[in-house]
């Protein structure tokens, strides 16, 4: 590519140099180009019931809580590098890989996101894994196409939301009066670390392993249907809903 480029024996010692200057001049911009390529980093004002919305591709998205006023976003691009054009719209942070890149290849984009500790979090990807962490708000929504485990850890939001295809799924949190909270997985072993404190109607399915194991919460008001495959009931009054469902995975309860 660069062969005619450095053909440079024909040119007067002053051109010769102004040119060679160019050609160092050029070749650096490509390189600092593909440096900022590799990496973003933005930061937006919010208040306290911001939502945050991230549709990705492949890669890893980490969001964690912080008692910052801000949206802050980080990311690393892998090559063929993504477009990234968050927007602010009114209370929302939305970042959408998937239309801002209609049509590309892409590589990976790994994200860490810290958002104050009361926001919305809706996040999906195709490929990769999704954690959050710190978060008490009334709404954590994780979705994977495909494959990639799900990690929700100190999560005191009223309504969740995990489901994944290939993976693990771990819930560490809070279950509250009149909440609602949805895990689901075709093929890996779903945790939920819950207070014994916690008060719940039960749905819990794995129709291919029957490997449901309550542990602590194992309780006369919980009931094995299905030749096993089903946990029925509730535990204390029944004030939530907590669904669980593995088509071919494992299931288990720990007391937080």
Known sequence: ?????????????SVRTTFLLSVVLLLSAFVIDGAAQKRFSKTYPAGQDVKLQLINRTGT???EGWNRPEVSIVASVEAPAANIAPQSLS??????LVRDNQGRETGDVNFTIRVPYNSKVDIETLIGNLQVSNVRS????AHISSEGDIVLTNIAAKFVSAENGLGDIVFDGEIHEGGVYRF??????????????SSFKLVA?????????????????LTLVGDGRRITGRFGDGSATVT???QRGNIGFYSR
């Open 205 to 221: 399915t794995a129709p291919s392993t029957r490997n449901i194991s309550l542990g602590a919460f194992a309780s006369s008001n």
């Open 184 to 197: 689901t997985s075709m093929k890996g072993t779903i945790s939920l670390r819950i207070p014994f404190t």
């Open 1 to 13: 590519m660069f062969a005619g480029i450095f053909s440079v024996g024909r040119f007067s010692g």
């Open 91 to 96: 209370g929302l942070i939305l970042i959408n």
């Open 61 to 63: 998205v980490t969001v």
């Open 138 to 141: 009334g709404l954590v929504r």
């Open 244 to 246: 669980v469902t593995n």
